[in-house]
């Protein structure tokens, strides 16, 4: 299994007069077109559909997730609590494994979570591997995924997969 970790795009600035329930600060529209240029990016490398992706249930990993999913083909979204803020590794890797027969799954959360479940993955421990604003990693994972299983395959900022997402495919 590939799983990507994809952290969601600019969002508003934290403004509790506007929204007074943070869950629902949304991206701001040049991060919907940020977090586009990068999904973009995401499929080039990939270069197959993702099979699913799920998403912490607040607005902007929600909708980064539908922008990820449409970019890359993807017929399967939906929402796994545990990938919220301060959410537990555990029940995300335990949700991961519902998935273990598909190719690619990817994750869209926040910081420092995703880090550290990078962290977990891949050293078996939640060590900071930080992703900025709609950046994303790939980690292979052969079997269930578990704590040290995984092999860091990629970790690409946003600028990065941003240029890839832009560029035109050669015939």
């Known amino acids: 299994m590939l799983i ?20 629902a600060r949304p991206l701001t529209p040049k991060g919907e077109e940020r977090t ?18 799920l998403t912490s249930p607040l607005v902007r990993a929600d909708s980064t997730a539908k922008i990820l999913a449409s970019a890359t083909d993807c017929k399967k979204h939906a929402t796994l609590e545990a990938l919220a803020p301060g959410g537990s590794f555990r029940k995300t890797l335990a949700a991961l494994a519902e998935y273990r027969d598909a190719d690619i799954v990817a994750l869209v959360g926040h910081e420092p979570d995703l880090g550290k479940l990078a962290g977990v993955l891949v050293f078996g421990a939640p060590s900071a591997l930080p992703l900025k604003k709609a950046g994303a990693c790939a980690i292979v994972c052969e079997g269930e995924p578990q704590p040290g ?4 395959k990629w970790l690409a900022p946003p600028k990065l997969l941003r240029r890839l997402g832009r560029k035109k495919a050669h015939a």
């Open 36 to 53: 586009r240029a990068a999904a973009l990016g995401v499929r080039r490398l990939l270069g197959q559909p993702i099979t699913v992706v």
């Open 4 to 23: 990507i970790l994809f952290r969601h795009g600019p969002a508003g600035s934290a403004d509790s007069s506007r929204w007074p329930d943070d869950a």
């Open 149 to 152: 299983a995984g092999v860091l």
